[in-house]
């Protein structure tokens, strides 16, 4: 059964950098989109980045475009989120999904495997 694994979550100060990485377990990986979302306390799931499935194409929300940089590594199967300019507002659990086709947007129903989460807390 194949799994998301996201790691690279920690507190940072603002301003600062973090790395995400999701890594997939099983073979069935390089076939999909993959996507990055999160959940900040009392509120819903917000869509963040998405790649499609060679790394062809990539999406971002209005609020991280220019700081954050999705990217994907098929040979180790795994996608990161490369954080810059990290502020307060991007606190929350960060989750990477998977999706059920090899492009998709930002649309949470597009994805179909999600990992446990991890942490981001961004102090002012």
């Known amino acids: 059964q194949v799994q998301l694994v996201e790691s690279g979550g920690g507190l940072v100060q603002t301003g600062g950098s973090l790395r995400l990485s999701c890594a997939a377990s099983?073979?069935?990986?390089?076939?999909?989109?993959m996507g990055w979302f999160r959940q900040a306390p009392g509120k819903e799931r917000d869509s963040v980045a998405a790649?499609?499935?060679?790394?062809?194409?990539?999406y971002y929300t209005d609020s991280v475009k220019g700081r954050f940089t999705i990217s994907r590594d098929n040979a180790k199967n795994t996608v990161y989120l490369q954080m810059n300019s990290l502020k307060p507002e991007d606190t929350a659990v960060y989750y990477c999904?998977?999706?059920?086709?090899?492009?998709?947007?930002?649309?949470?129903?597009?994805?179909?495997?999600w990992g446990q989460g991890t942490q981001v807390t961004v102090s002012s």
């Open positions: 999904a998977r999706a059920g086709t090899m492009i998709a947007g930002m649309d949470a129903r597009e994805y179909n495997l």
């Open positions: 099983g073979r069935t990986f390089s076939g999909y989109a």
């Open positions: 790649i499609s499935y060679n790394g062809g194409r990539t």
